[in-house]
């Protein structure tokens, strides 16, 4: 069974910075696009984040451009998102993903619960 465990949420002060970690396994990671979601109180979930089952090719959302990087490493099946300067509207639970395509139009099968990331001004 495909499963996909995120790690790293907390409390975060804004203009700091956090590490989220999502752990794979029951599929071929390395055959697979990975992305990073988050979905706040009552807002539509939105894609962050995507990469390349090589991790060669890479999507943003423009807001978190030049903030947060998504990365990967295959000899672990893991998936990192890297933020920085967080801002306190980003505060949301953000969650890991799998699919075929990397990109964030793409459509994505698998789903791990998610790690909260809480803000603080």
């Known amino acids: 069974q495909v499963r996909l465990v995120e790690s790293g949420g907390g409390l975060v002060q804004a203009g700091g910075s956090v590490r989220l970690s999502c752990a794979a396994s029951?599929?071929?990671?390395?055959?697979?696009?990975m992305a990073w979601f988050r979905q706040g109180p009552g807002t539509h979930r939105e894609c962050v984040a995507v990469i390349s089952w090589n991790g060669v090719y890479t999507e943003y959302l423009d807001s978190v451009k030049g903030r947060f990087t998504i990365s990967r490493d295959n000899a672990k099946n893991t998936v990192v998102l890297d933020m920085d300067n967080v801002k306190p509207e980003e505060a949301a639970n953000y969650l890991c993903?799998?699919?075929?395509?990397?990109?964030?139009?793409?459509?994505?099968?698998?789903w791990g619960q998610g790690t909260r990331v809480n803000g603080s001004s």
């Open positions: 993903a799998t699919g075929p395509k990397p990109s964030r139009a793409a459509r994505w099968n698998d």
């Open positions: 029951g599929f071929t990671f390395d055959d697979n696009a």
